[in-house]
């Protein structure tokens, strides 16, 4: 019986000892997690349950703004863009990303936008002549649009954004020789890629090669980013890397960053 009873309480004794251990190493990767450090070279987020089911976008190793990634990854984790695929359009520094159904990027380009700065187009601006259209109204809207393929008014194929709108892509137009389109392309800056009544100009090629094929047998989503309201308001996305474990959330990441 003494023996039985030494076992028990042997027992008992492991059983809280792991008990206080679980308690402090808890403790211990809690305020790792925080400071954002490591384990003897161990990732701290390694030590906790893995995060299941999350699905991130893949740029393929390519540049991108925090917008377009933030977008991307959700676009790819919530399922919002069903096949063929979708494009983002980053109006802060003027590209445009093309997407395959599995949110694997397949090319990226510089593009022209409207040269009046905001995210909301006037209303009725899409009816009116072009030569009617104030300096002010000449805006590329932010949002979620279901884009399709048409033709404008000149009979050119055209994937049509915001028809309403008359906003369209469409390949970059050389008719002006004195507005220097295809040099603003080109050139790094990004002030000068505001030149257009509101459509998004690419370059021919990438509309050829991915914008064309993407939208030619059904319609697929075009998201235009906002350069002055929020993302999560335009979209009401969320952050999908910060459900990674040890992952500080973009806002409280952005609200850190205004701090300083």
């Not at 954002?36 to 349950?49: C, E, N, T």
């Not at 209303?123 to 979620?144: I, M, W």
């Not at 369209?168 to 137009?173: A, E, G, K, Q």
């Amino acid at each position: 019986m003494e023996n039985i009873r030494k076992l028990k309480l042997a027992a008992a004794l492991a059983a809280r000892s792991e008990t206080v251990a679980g308690i402090c190493v808890g403790l211990l990767v809690g305020a790792a997690l925080l400071a954002g450090v490591h384990f003897s070279g161990v990732r701290v987020d390694r030590l906790l349950p893995a995060q299941q089911n999350i699905r991130l976008a893949d740029l393929r190793g390519e540049t991108a703004s925090d917008d377009v990634r933030y977008l991307a990854d959700w676009i790819a984790d919530s399922r919002d863009a069903a096949e063929p695929g979708f494009v983002v359009v980053d109006k802060k520094y003027a590209k445009a990303y093309a997407f395959d159904g599995q949110a694997r990027l397949l090319a990226f380009a510089p593009v022209l936008l409207g040269s009046a700065h905001g995210d909301d187009s006037v209303s009725g601006v899409g009816a009116k002549p072009l030569a009617e259209v104030l300096p002010e109204e000449r805006t590329t809207p932010a949002g979620r649009f279901v884009g399709e393929r048409g033709h404008d008014t000149r009979g050119d194929d055209v994937v049509w954004v915001d028809y309403d709108a008359a906003v369209s892509i469409h390949r970059v137009l050389t008719n002006n020789p004195g507005e220097r389109r295809l040099e603003r392309l080109a050139t790094p800056e990004i002030e000068d890629n505001r030149i257009s009544n509101g459509c998004i100009n690419v370059p021919a090629a990438f509309y050829e090669t991915f914008i064309g094929p993407l939208f030619a047998n059904r319609r697929a989503i075009v998201y235009v980013l906002p350069e002055s309201k929020s993302v999560d308001e335009v979209f009401g996305s969320y952050d999908v890397a910060a459900r990674r474990p040890g992952t500080v959330p973009r806002n409280q990441l952005l609200s850190r960053m205004q701090a300083f």
